[in-house]
């Protein structure tokens, strides 16, 4: 079985859409589990009709304090009854064929420890891959780990799902104070671990990128969620092998710290002494930071 799994903030107005594609899935062998992070206008109204009535699928709504996208996926595969838990957004929906493309997929993958999940790939309104094509060569689907995304042009917004159990051995570090940390934190971790995916030319999801999304306010999140960017950063370095990188990513961590006032954190980056060696051009960048704060967020 499948678990369908959407975290949502205020979005009574978006959900209609997921449930009814839920709805139309010409297959039924999953739950709709639900992390609602403490919203305010009327989203526990919904859920409690829809679960009155008969929709073809399990229904589980659990209410929790507002901790962020993060802290709810991390509640959500210690709750999830499927084996495999796939991730949709409440302000998007599925393609009919979703839930059986993902369980058929599954089955495809060979008995390889290293497989941590699959994906699909999103598409817009009109079923229309975002991005393009990747490029495969032709195939149906390549393997390959979340680092090596680019080599395939698969580095953009995927439709991954995961075996739960492997999932809940890679739970989204949270930093008190924020609520956001950016998903590769947790994806390549995967991939220093050594897990890949399948990733299949299909679209099977359906984005609508509204105002107050995430990807619509990039600049707040990271206003917001300096540390939880600190740790992208620190994590990207684990893989990086040119000396320029390395210096941009390091120099990206320790701007981070200096965001969030935690300059003691500086010293847990993977090259401390050229952390602190350029603590001066990062603390500059900090303060270039706080400006282009001022004039995307507020005008």
Same mark, same amino acid.
């Given at each position: 079985?499948?678990?369908?799994?959407?975290?949502?903030?205020?979005?009574?107005?978006?959900?209609? *859409?997921?449930?009814?594609?839920?709805?139309?899935?010409?297959?039924?062998?999953? $739950?709709?589990?639900?992390?609602?992070?403490?919203?305010?206008? %009327?989203?526990?109204?919904? /859920?409690?009709?829809?679960?009155?009535?008969? +929709? %073809?699928?399990?229904?589980? #709504?659990?209410?929790?304090?507002? %901790?962020?996208?993060?802290? !709810?996926?991390?509640?959500?595969?210690?709750? !999830?009854?499927?084996?495999?838990? /796939?991730?949709?957004?409440?302000?998007?929906?599925?393609?009919?064929?979703?839930?059986?493309?993902?369980?058929? +997929?599954?089955?495809?993958?060979?008995?390889?420890?290293?497989?941590?999940?699959?994906?699909?790939?999103?598409?817009?309104? =009109?079923?229309?891959?975002?991005?393009?094509?990747?490029?495969?060569?032709?195939?149906?689907?390549?393997?390959?780990?979340?680092? $090596?995304?680019?080599?395939?042009?698969?580095?953009?917004?995927?439709?991954?799902?995961?075996?739960?159990?492997?999932?809940?051995?890679?739970?989204?570090?949270?930093?008190? %104070?924020?609520?956001?940390?950016?998903? +590769?934190?947790?994806?390549?971790?995967?991939?220093?671990?050594?897990?890949?995916?399948?990733?299949?030319?299909?679209?099977?999801?359906?984005? +609508? #990128?509204?105002?107050?999304?995430?990807?619509?306010?990039?600049?707040?999140?990271?206003? $917001?969620?300096?540390?939880?960017?600190?740790?992208? /950063?620190?994590?990207?370095? $684990?893989?990086?092998?040119?000396?320029?990188? *390395?210096?941009?990513?390091?120099? =990206?961590?320790?701007?981070?710290?200096?965001?969030?006032?935690?300059?003691?954190?500086?010293?847990?980056?993977? /090259?401390?002494?050229?952390?602190?060696?350029?603590?001066?051009?990062? #603390?500059?960048?900090?303060?270039?930071?706080?400006? =282009?704060?001022?004039?995307?967020?507020?005008?």
């Amino acid at each position: 079985m499948l678990t369908v799994f959407t975290p949502t903030y205020n979005r009574a107005h978006t959900l209609p *859409r997921l449930f009814d594609s839920l709805q139309t899935q010409d297959c039924k062998d999953f $739950e709709w589990l639900v992390i609602d992070d403490g919203s305010t206008d %009327g989203t526990a109204g919904l /859920f409690q009709r829809w679960t009155q009535k008969d +929709a %073809g699928f399990p229904i589980r #709504y659990v209410y929790t304090e507002n %901790g962020g996208k993060q802290r !709810a996926v991390n509640k959500g595969a210690m709750l !999830a009854e499927g084996r495999f838990f /796939f991730i949709v957004d409440s302000d998007d929906s599925l393609l009919p064929d979703a839930v059986s493309f993902v369980l058929k +997929a599954f089955n495809t993958l060979p008995d390889d420890p290293s497989f941590i999940g699959i994906s699909g790939l999103r598409g817009d309104a =009109q079923g229309r891959p975002l991005g393009g094509r990747p490029k495969m060569g032709g195939k149906p689907w390549v393997d390959a780990s979340n680092l $090596e995304r680019p080599r395939y042009g698969l580095s953009r917004d995927m439709a991954e799902a995961f075996f739960t159990d492997k999932l809940r051995n890679y739970p989204f570090p949270v930093w008190d %104070g924020e609520k956001f940390t950016p998903e +590769a934190v947790v994806w390549d971790r995967m991939a220093l671990d050594g897990y890949k995916l399948r990733w299949f030319d299909k679209v099977i999801y359906r984005c +609508a #990128y509204l105002p107050g999304g995430l990807t619509d306010s990039t600049w707040r999140l990271l206003k $917001e969620n300096p540390m939880g960017y600190a740790m992208l /950063f620190n994590t990207r370095l $684990e893989s990086e092998k040119k000396n320029g990188d *390395r210096l941009k990513q390091i120099l =990206q961590y320790v701007s981070c710290c200096f965001l969030a006032h935690e300059h003691r954190q500086i010293a847990e980056c993977h /090259f401390p002494g050229l952390a602190f060696l350029l603590s001066p051009l990062a #603390y500059a960048l900090s303060v270039r930071r706080k400006r =282009q704060f001022c004039r995307y967020i507020y005008g």
